[in-house]
């Protein structure tokens, strides 16, 4: 009984590794024959995890709709993100993982260099805006 006890209170005393929260707003809605061009920002807070961070409330397809697109139902076709303003000093590059559904901050150890991951657990400085444009339909 003590050996339970035992792992219980070491789960509960080990980290839980926090994800990137998103919270995103859209500023314009523009309509076409084909769909919708979305435009809007998300600001971003938290650590960033290993293999990029949700920008709704879930990796599902409906939570991602609903944080870019304004509906769950809406079928986001493409997602183009860019850093809105200054703050931000992780020295990320942000892309859109469309198979997964995630945020990936992307960074450099130079000019040269290949884009890499930016590494697990880096804190996102406060206030970190994302613009986007969204193609929904």
């Given at each position: 009984m003590?050996?339970?006890l035992f792992v219980v209170a070491?789960?509960?005393a080990l980290p839980v590794s926090a994800a990137v929260t998103?919270?995103?707003t859209r500023d314009a809605t523009f309509f076409g024959a084909d769909g919708r061009l979305v435009v809007g920002k998300c600001i971003a807070s938290g650590t960033l995890s290993a293999a990029g961070d949700a920008i709704g409330a879930s990796?599902?397809?409906a939570d991602t709709n609903a944080a870019v697109c304004?509906?769950?139902v809406a079928q986001?076709?493409?997602l183009v993100l860019s850093t809105e303003n200054d703050g931000d000093t992780t020295g990320a590059y942000w892309t859109w993982?469309?198979?997964n559904r995630k945020v990936i901050g992307l960074g450099s150890?130079?000019?040269a260099a290949a884009l890499l991951s930016v590494a697990t657990g880096t804190t996102v400085p406060t206030n970190v805006t994302l613009a986007y444009t969204a193609l929904c339909r």
């Open positions: 003590w050996r339970i070491l789960c509960w998103f919270t995103c990796t599902s397809q304004g509906s769950s986001l076709i493409r993982d469309s198979t150890n130079g000019a």
